[in-house]
């Protein structure tokens, strides 16, 4: 059973930035694709990017493409969310995901990041 661990939110004023990071344990980190997703307040879960598990080239999602960057420490079982430039928003809660079978199958329990304008 892959558990997952996200911290690094906080409140955080507009333009600034914030690293968010998501500890895996249970599994082996290095074998996965992993992702990463948003759900605003009122809102449906919303796709960030994900970083495949074996050129760890990432993808983003429109949204946040050119302000997020994904990436992992495959030693330390971590995956990241750099945020720069933050938007209000950007406010959301934020959560990581293994990705099995291709199917998102793990989920952490979030971490929130407030942005203020």
């Known amino acids: 059973q892959v558990q997952l661990v996200e911290s690094g939110g906080g409140l955080v004023q507009a333009g600034g930035s914030l690293r968010l990071s998501c500890a895996a344990s249970?599994?082996?980190?290095?074998?996965?694709?992993m992702g990463w997703f948003r759900q605003p307040p009122g809102k449906e879960r919303e796709f960030l990017g994900y970083i495949t598990r074996s050129d760890r080239i990432p993808y983003y999602a429109d949204s946040v493409r050119g302000r997020f960057s994904i990436s992992r420490d495959n030693a330390k079982n971590t995956l990241y969310l750099q945020m720069n430039s933050l938007k209000s928003e950007d406010t959301a809660v934020y959560y990581c995901s293994v990705q099995r079978e291709s199917i998102w199958a793990y989920w952490g329990q979030g971490t929130q990041v407030t942005v203020s304008s």
């Open positions: 249970g599994g082996t980190f290095s074998t996965y694709t």
